[in-house]
């Protein structure tokens, strides 16, 4: 069973940082793509952030020299460093790992992590 884990989310001032990080496992033949996602209440979820297979990174509007992701030391980890956080946002952040089976991809996302700025 895949299993997606996040971690680092908390409370911060706007103007502070936050780190958050993911960790996907449970099957050891995958290789993950991860990205970051977030939803703020009464939002539809909307992506930040996101590695591709050959380590290229991608990165929301909102976000952009802002945020940065990264892979993590381990295997099928990521992270994600926010910088000048805002208010807007504040928001539960999911990770979203990918696994490609031969021709599927199948898709695991975590629990959430809450970040929450403060004016």
């Known amino acids: 069973q895949v299993q997606v884990m996040e971690s680092g989310g908390g409370s911060v001032q706007a103007g502070g940082s936050l780190r958050l990080s993911c960790a996907a496992s449970?099957?050891?033949?995958?290789?993950?793509?991860m990205s970051w996602h977030r939803q703020a209440p009464g939002k539809e979820r909307e992506f930040v952030s996101g590695?591709?297979?050959?380590?290229?990174?991608s990165y929301g509007d909102s976000v952009k020299g802002r945020f940065t992701t990264s892979q993590g030391n381990a295997k099928n980890t990521v992270t994600l460093q926010m910088n000048m956080l805002k208010p807007e946002d504040t928001a539960m952040y999911y990770c979203?790992?990918?696994?490609?089976?031969?021709?599927?991809?199948?898709?695991?996302w975590g629990q959430g992590t809450q970040v929450t700025v403060t004016s």
């Open positions: 590695i591709g297979r050959d380590g290229s990174t």
């Open positions: 979203k790992a990918v696994c490609r089976r031969g021709s599927v991809d199948y898709e695991y």
């Open positions: 449970g099957y050891p033949l995958c290789s993950y793509t």
